[in-house]
């Protein structure tokens, strides 16, 4: 008995493998295609100035728009990308789309700001990467300012060594450089400072708790007096309540990002935000309430 049970347990054991394998081929194989067939697309979140209220910029999150399932977020495909190296033709495909919203987003009558998107760590070590930007910038006749880069400390982290020259070009042809979900790879603060980066840009674990006298408020403080000593922009992400807004405005940091102001909105809907004859659609103005 116990023979025949390992047996069926062995046996089980496989057939799970085997689903699992199976599925996971065919979401790859659905990723490529949906790639060739251009159902990415990029959704924007506003990044406002607390002080004034103000759009300062966007962040360009991909989803991917199945015909049969309807929209699925990053997370349920940027890993398997990654593990596969479909991240790359992905991430072309990013590129495009933000060169080509950018071009709608400087069209007359409208106040365009800076994008960003996200890249992922691997793509680093392609010292081609930034010609290429630069290529996709140049045909649609953008400036390499209107453009930012986000890439995650943790990333930065785990190749220290190697992508110093893919940055440092990067930084040379004026692409901004955001260090994303920052608190959470363990820098080498030796190190940051040596390397070609504008911005530190504050993970939203921090966020969740600020205002409550969590310990995550030392964090933010030493990150925000981190970013001022390296002469470094700071920005907070994952901000949901005026009270973690007040405090962040309070503490220094007044460039927001987060539900509080704006879900990501589709393509159309951000580019009627670029239209300043109307008031931004948000009513928080945190950074006047943590003064009075
Ligand atoms: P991220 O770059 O840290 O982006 C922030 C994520 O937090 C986004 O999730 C955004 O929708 C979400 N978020 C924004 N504000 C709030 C808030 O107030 N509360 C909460 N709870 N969440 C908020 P999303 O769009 O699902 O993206 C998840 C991750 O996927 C991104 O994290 C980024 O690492 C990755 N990703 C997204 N687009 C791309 C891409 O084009 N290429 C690559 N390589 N990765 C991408
Ligand atoms: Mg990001
Ligand atoms: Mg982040
Ligand atoms: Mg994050």
Redesign the pocket.
């Known amino acids: 008995a116990t023979a025949c049970q390992s047996a069926d347990k062995v046996q089980t054991y496989h057939r799970d493998l085997d689903i699992g394998e199976r599925s996971r081929l065919t979401l790859e194989a659905r990723l490529r295609r949906a790639i060739d067939q251009h159902e990415l697309e990029l959704w924007y ?1 506003p990044k406002v100035d607390g002080r004034s209220g103000r759009l300062i910029g966007a ?4 989803r991917w728009r199945d015909p049969k399932e309807g929209l699925i ?3 349920h495909f ?1 890993p398997l990308a990654e593990e596969t190296g479909l ?1 790359v033709p992905l ?1 072309n495909q ?1 590129l495009d789309l933000v060169c080509a919203d950018l071009s709608l987003m400087h069209a007359p009558g409208l106040s365009p700001v800076k994008v960003s ?4 760590a691997a793509q680093l070590d392609d010292e081609r990467l930034p010609e290429e930007i630069a290529q996709r910038l140049s045909s649609a006749g953008l400036s390499p300012l209107d453009l930012e880069l ?1 890439i ?1 400390e943790r990333a930065l982290m785990a190749r220290l060594d190697s992508v110093l020259g893919t940055l440092s070009a990067l930084h040379r042809l004026g692409i901004s450089l955001s260090l ?2 920052f608190g959470t790879g363990y820098s080498s603060l030796g190190y940051l400072g040596r390397f070609p980066i504008d911005e530190l840009k504050i993970d ?1 674990s921090f966020v969740r708790d600020l205002g409550t006298g969590a310990a995550d408020e030392m964090v933010v403080r030493a990150i925000v007096a981190l970013a001022r000593g390296l002469g470094l922009w700071v920005i907070a ?4 309540t005026q009270e973690q807004a007040t405090w962040l405005c309070a503490n220094g940091c007044e460039w927001h ?4 102001y704006s879900r ?1 909105l589709e393509r159309d809907a951000f580019l009627q935000l670029l239209d300043r004859r109307a008031p931004p659609p948000w009513n928080a103005l945190p950074c006047l309430s943590a003064r009075s």
């Open positions: 979140q962040e360009g999150l991909v977020p990053p997370g940027i991240i991430t990013v998107v996200n890249i992922s986000e995650t994303d979900d939203q992400e994952g901000i949901e990002q987060g539900y509080l990501p």
